[in-house]
C-alpha cells in the first residue's frame, strides 16, 4: 500500500513472483490491489508475473519444497500440475487483471514444456463456461474459427465430467481434438486424438486424472456473432 500511495501517477502495475503458493491466493492479491488503486487513486493497473514454479524458490532455499518431488517424471507431473492450476486459474478468476505468466527454469523437467504446448490452442476471445464449484472447472475461447474448452481437475482423486459444449451464434461444430499429457520414455508430452463432433452441440464425458486438464479443440463452421 505504500508503495502505490507513493507510485501512483506514473505505476501501470506490479511484477511478481510466487512459488507452491496456491493460485487462488495470487489471483486475490491482484483483486485487492487493483481495488485499492481504484478506490484510492480511480487508476486500473495490471500484474505481471515474472517468475513462477511449483518448486523450491531458488532464491528461499529455507523454504518448503512442494510435492511431489523424487524421480524426475514425479517432479514434471508436479510441475505441468502446478503450471496448468496456476494458469487457469487466473483465467477463471482475473483474466481483465492477469498479463503475464512466465516459468523459472521450465528445463529442467519435461513438465512445464508440456503444459505450455498443451495450453497453446487456447487463444482469443474468452467463452462463458458454467458450472458447479466442485473443484473440476473449465475455461474456453474462441480464436477465429476454433473453439478451444479446457477442463482441469484440482482434485486429489480421478474425476469424470460431463460437458456440454455449444457452438457460438452463427457457427456449427466441424471437426474436433482431444489433447492431453502422456507419460512417454519418463517424459511428458502433448498427445492428440480425434474426436466425433458435428452440428450445434456436442455432450460427452471428460476423464480427469488429479491435477491435469483435457483439452478440446473444435473447428467451427461459419462467421460467429
Not at 27 to 52: L, Q, V
Not at 99 to 122: D, I, T, W, Y
Not at 155 to 177: C, F, I, N, Q, Y
Not at 190 to 212: C, F, H, K, Y
Amino acid at each position: 500500500r505504500p508503495t502505490l500511495d507513493a507510485l501512483h501517477p506514473w505505476i501501470d502495475g506490479y511484477g511478481e513472483h510466487h512459488y507452491g503458493v496456491d493460485p487462488r491466493r495470487v489471483a486475490a492479491s491482484y483483486e485487492i490491489a487493483d481495488a485499492y488503486m481504484r478506490h484510492r487513486w480511480n487508476k486500473r493497473i495490471g500484474f505481471w508475473n515474472t517468475e513462477a514454479g511449483g518448486m523450491q524458490d531458488p532464491e528461499r532455499p529455507d523454504a518448503l519444497r512442494a510435492l511431489p518431488e523424487g524421480r524426475t517424471l514425479e517432479e514434471s507431473r508436479g510441475a505441468a500440475a502446478y503450471f496448468l492450476r496456476d494458469v487457469l486459474t487466473m483465467l477463471r478468476h482475473v483474466p481483465d487483471k492477469a498479463r503475464m505468466r512466465c516459468a523459472h527454469e521450465p528445463q529442467v523437467n519435461s513438465g512445464v514444456p508440456a503444459a505450455f504446448r498443451l495450453l497453446k490452442p487456447l487463444r482469443g476471445r474468452l467463452s462463458e463456461v458454467q458450472g458447479p464449484d466442485n473443484g473440476v472447472w473449465a475455461v474456453a475461447a474462441r480464436s477465429e474459427r476454433r473453439l478451444t474448452v479446457v477442463c482441469y481437475n484440482g482434485m486429489a482423486e480421478a474425476r469424470s465430467e460431463s460437458l456440454a459444449v455449444a457452438a457460438p451464434a452463427g457457427t456449427k461444430l466441424a471437426d474436433a481434438t482431444l489433447r492431453r499429457l502422456v507419460e512417454r520414455n519418463d517424459e511428458l508430452e502433448v498427445a492428440e486424438e480425434p474426436l466425433s463432433a458435428r452440428g450445434a452441440r456436442w455432450t460427452g464425458m471428460v476423464d480427469l486424472a488429479p491435477g491435469t486438464a483435457s483439452v478440446l479443440v473444435f473447428e467451427l463452421e461459419g462467421e460467429a456473432r
